[in-house]
């Protein structure tokens, strides 16, 4: 995906999340660009590794940078709150020149903002952390388990509900695609 | 324990062993790597190396390390649990301050000829400075040397590159030592490099109070995110001196690190190693690596500066007899708003009545995310630094696009862009 439509991709996503109560600050779409990509399988290349709060591209940090760099984003900060990623004054112009290219994972972006868009950060850990466990070692049986080694400050019923709710998403996902083969 | 002058913070202390890494190939090469490439060129005093930079490292490092552990600047049941000291593990404290240590010293070994100038075109696919840092801590002339320091080498490459080189599992503990080095925000990096820099091109904008900033540090709860990971982070009576730091951080990008005419020697210069390497790209076999340094690739460009018959000898010319290209374009506020990439119309337009090997375009946007850290303030609270500074969120996220041209080319292409531009940039949106 060339630079600038990845770039709409995530204008689309910052967009949706806001849509669906998130406060759609830089740790949000960290979390919901890597159930973007792994999950749904929307090709957008960042590099995730396992840090600060779960699963987190230093590539995609670069990139938000980028997009505040060229105005498709501005920080807006409001006590007591953190930082939120909204709009800039060339948001417009990128929106109009990728709107057509993009519509095709419009679904997609929508699934995530919609299961993502109302948790908090330390709920989005939790839930992203478990999927990267479910993606990337699948081997391992006991994923709450792993799930509190990696992490050791979340409670075990946190890690508990994270896992199943992973398992539900998965689950869900796979009953949508069902329904689309068969209509 | 040695002590070596500083000029920027006096006395660097060193401990038995350490000298000995110091004394190594890989290390001593350093002596030879200029810090900033070729902006000596532009500000004459630049001419720092990376060997004192890498000792300034190590010595803020271990200050930060010695504060952030103090267990009267642990305030939360979460941090007590990571750090070994706060827990009276002792011999831990004291083999994760060595390591951080060696780390820091160590993390720009693999830096090539002129620092980052080139790095990503110069190297082959999937190698970078990190890598090579890596090969060299990994390697036969530090075997022993760590044997002796009794410290495993994978910490000290864990701590000198980062989880995002290194692509390894990092512990809560391990990913704080790193953020001490190599962190966004407060990282013995920056801090010493922009002081240093500072110093050194006789430009203020790099300086701010470090001795407030380190002796404020702590680690801290992520703020107002109910997560309980812990971060680097400051008590609020620091947190002025991190806006300073932050803001000169910006200053030195706009003043001496993209300074126009500093970048297009970056891009004469990788055009010359280009021709002049074999191959074009530098080896990655660790003894070639150490045996290339400044010197080498100063004086080849000198010899072909002066001879038409050697490799490289137009962009060596255009380096050392002041050649360079001028810069012709940058857009204004108002062309930003016309296109999407108006500096690229520009260079179309250009490359298209001039021709590909009289025009360039230099175009890079700051790394890192925004300056949100956890601030510990005076009501025993933890609050979101970009909550409470008036001006962090102020702080501009810097980029750059433009376009330069021969110096055969300038005028020609300033009356391109004076009859054209307008026209350029309006195509870009139909």
Same mark, same amino acid.
């Given at each position: 995906?060339?630079?600038?439509?990845?770039?709409?991709?995530?204008?689309?996503?910052?967009?949706?999340?806001?849509?669906?109560?998130?406060?759609?600050?830089?740790?949000?779409?960290?979390?919901?660009?890597?159930?973007?990509?792994?999950?749904?399988?929307?090709?957008?290349?960042?590099?995730?590794?396992?840090?600060?709060?779960?699963?987190?591209?230093?590539?995609?940090?670069?990139?938000?940078?980028?997009?505040?760099?060229?105005?498709?984003?501005?920080?807006?900060?409001?006590?007591?709150?953190?930082?939120?990623?909204?709009?800039?004054?060339?948001?417009? !112009?990128?929106? #109009? @020149?990728?709107?057509?290219? $993009?519509?095709?994972?419009? =679904?997609? %972006?929508?699934?995530?903002?919609? *299961? /993502?868009?109302?948790?908090?950060?330390?709920? !989005?850990?939790? #839930? @992203?952390?478990?999927?990267? $466990?479910?993606?990337?070692? =699948?081997? %391992?049986?006991?994923?709450?388990? *792993? /799930?509190?080694?990696?992490?050791?400050?979340?409670?075990?019923?946190? @890690?508990?509900?994270?896992?199943?709710?992973?398992?539900?998403?998965?689950?869900?996902?796979?009953?949508?695609?069902?329904?689309?083969?068969?209509? | 324990?040695?002590?070596?002058?500083?000029?920027?913070?006096?006395?660097?202390?060193?401990?038995?062993?350490?000298?000995?890494?110091?004394?190594?190939?890989?290390?001593?090469?350093?002596?030879?790597?200029?810090?900033?490439?070729?902006?000596?060129?532009?500000?004459?005093?630049?001419?720092?190396?990376?060997?004192?930079?890498?000792?300034?490292?190590?010595?803020?490092?271990?200050?930060?390390?010695?504060?952030?552990?103090?267990?009267?600047?642990?305030?939360?049941?979460?941090?007590?649990?990571?750090?070994?000291?706060?827990?009276?593990?002792?011999?831990?404290?004291?083999?994760?301050?060595?390591?951080?240590?060696?780390?820091?010293?160590?993390?720009?070994?693999?830096?090539?000829?002129?620092?980052?100038?080139?790095?990503?075109?110069?190297?082959?696919?999937?190698?970078?400075?990190?890598?090579?840092?890596?090969?060299?801590?990994?390697?036969?002339?530090?075997?022993?040397?760590?044997?002796?320091?009794?410290?495993?080498?994978?910490?000290?490459?864990?701590?000198?590159?980062?989880?995002?080189?290194?692509?390894?599992?990092?512990?809560?503990?391990?990913?704080?030592?790193?953020?001490?080095?190599?962190?966004?925000?407060?990282?013995?990096?920056?801090?010493?490099?922009?002081?240093?820099?500072?110093?050194?091109?006789?430009?203020?904008?790099?300086?701010?109070?470090?001795?407030?900033?380190?002796?404020?540090?702590?680690?801290?709860?992520?703020?107002?995110?109910?997560?309980?990971?812990?971060?680097?982070?400051?008590?609020?009576?620091?947190?002025?001196?991190?806006?300073?730091?932050?803001?000169?951080?910006?200053?030195?990008?706009?003043?001496?690190?993209?300074?126009?005419?500093?970048?297009?020697?970056?891009?004469?210069?990788?055009?010359?190693?280009?021709?002049?390497?074999?191959?074009?790209?530098?080896?990655?076999?660790?003894?070639?690596?150490?045996?290339?340094?400044?010197?080498?690739?100063?004086?080849?460009?000198?010899?072909?500066?002066?001879?038409?018959?050697?490799?490289?000898?137009?962009?060596?010319?255009?380096?050392?007899?002041?050649?360079?290209?001028?810069?012709?374009?940058?857009?204004?506020?108002?062309?930003?708003?016309?296109?999407?990439?108006?500096?690229?119309?520009?260079?179309?337009?250009?490359?298209?009545?001039?021709?590909?090997?009289?025009?360039?375009?230099?175009?890079?946007?700051?790394?890192?995310?925004?300056?949100?850290?956890?601030?510990?303030?005076?009501?025993?609270?933890?609050?979101?630094?970009?909550?409470?500074?008036?001006?962090?969120?102020?702080?501009?996220?810097?980029?750059?696009?433009?376009?330069?041209?021969?110096?055969?080319?300038?005028?020609?292409?300033?009356?391109?862009?004076?009859?054209?531009?307008?026209?350029?940039?309006?195509?870009?949106?139909?």
């Amino acid at each position: 995906m060339e630079r600038l439509q990845r770039a709409a991709v995530l204008f689309v996503l910052n967009e949706e999340l806001r849509k669906a109560g998130s406060w759609a600050g830089e740790t949000h779409m960290q979390k919901a660009t890597f159930f973007l990509q792994e999950l749904m399988g929307v090709l957008l290349a960042f590099d995730f590794v396992l840090y600060k709060h779960g699963p987190f591209s230093f590539d995609l940090r670069d990139e938000l940078t980028f997009m505040r760099a060229h105005g498709f984003f501005q920080l807006e900060s409001q006590y007591p709150y953190g930082p939120t990623l909204v709009s800039g004054p060339k948001a417009e !112009l990128l929106q #109009t @020149a990728f709107r057509e290219p $993009i519509k095709r994972y419009i =679904p997609e %972006i929508r699934f995530v903002a919609n *299961r /993502l868009g109302g948790k908090t950060v330390a709920s !989005l850990e939790r #839930t @992203a952390t478990a999927l990267y $466990i479910a993606l990337r070692e =699948p081997a %391992i049986t006991d994923r709450v388990q *792993r /799930l509190i080694n990696l992490k050791p400050h979340i409670p075990l019923p946190d @890690a508990k509900e994270a896992v199943s709710e992973i398992e539900q998403i998965v689950r869900d996902l796979s009953d949508q695609k069902h329904v689309r083969q068969a209509s | 324990m040695g002590e070596i002058r500083d000029p920027i913070h006096v006395f660097v202390a060193l401990r038995p062993d350490e000298e000995r890494i110091i004394g190594s190939r890989a290390f001593q090469r350093l002596r030879h790597i200029h810090q900033l490439a070729l902006t000596y060129l532009v500000y004459p005093g630049a001419t720092h190396r990376r060997f004192e930079h890498c000792l300034g490292v190590m010595e803020v490092a271990s200050r930060i390390y010695d504060v952030v552990t103090n267990p009267q600047n642990i305030y939360h049941d979460s941090v007590r649990e990571i750090v070994p000291r706060a827990k009276g593990n002792f011999r831990a404290h004291e083999y994760w301050g060595q390591v951080l240590r060696c780390a820091a010293l160590c993390h720009d070994l693999g830096h090539l000829p002129f620092s980052h100038a080139a790095e990503k075109e110069l190297l082959p696919e999937g190698w970078d400075h990190e890598r090579l840092s890596q090969e060299i801590i990994n390697g036969k002339e530090f075997e022993s040397l760590w044997k002796g320091l009794k410290i495993q080498p994978e910490d000290v490459v864990k701590l000198a590159i980062g989880q995002k080189k290194s692509k390894l599992v990092f512990s809560e503990w391990e990913t704080i030592l790193s953020e001490i080095i190599i962190g966004d925000v407060f990282g013995a990096d920056r801090i010493d490099y922009l002081l240093r820099d500072s110093y050194h091109a006789g430009v203020s904008y790099g300086r701010f109070d470090h001795y407030r900033l380190i002796d404020t540090l702590r680690i801290l709860p992520v703020s107002g995110k109910d997560s309980q990971e812990p971060s680097l982070g400051i008590e609020r009576g620091g947190l002025e001196s991190a806006e300073a730091l932050l803001w000169a951080r910006y200053f030195m990008y706009t003043q001496l690190y993209f300074h126009p005419t500093r970048r297009i020697y970056d891009m004469h210069l990788m055009e010359f190693l280009r021709e002049w390497l074999p191959n074009g790209v530098f080896s990655t076999e660790i003894d070639e690596h150490i045996a290339l340094s400044d010197n080498e690739v100063n004086a080849a460009m000198w010899k072909a500066a002066v001879n038409s018959k050697e490799k490289g000898h137009t962009s060596a010319k255009r380096i050392i007899s002041r050649e360079h290209f001028r810069q012709v374009y940058e857009p204004s506020s108002t062309d930003q708003l016309k296109a999407l990439e108006p500096a690229k119309k520009v260079y179309e337009g250009l490359v298209a009545e001039f021709g590909v090997d009289q025009v360039r375009r230099d175009t890079y946007a700051q790394k890192g995310g925004s300056y949100d850290f956890p601030v510990y303030t005076k009501a025993a609270e933890i609050d979101s630094s970009l909550a409470l500074s008036k001006t962090l969120s102020q702080v501009p996220t810097f980029s750059i696009d433009r376009v330069y041209v021969s110096v055969t080319d300038r005028s020609g292409s300033e009356r391109w862009i004076e009859e054209h531009k307008d026209e350029a940039l309006t195509r870009a949106n139909t």
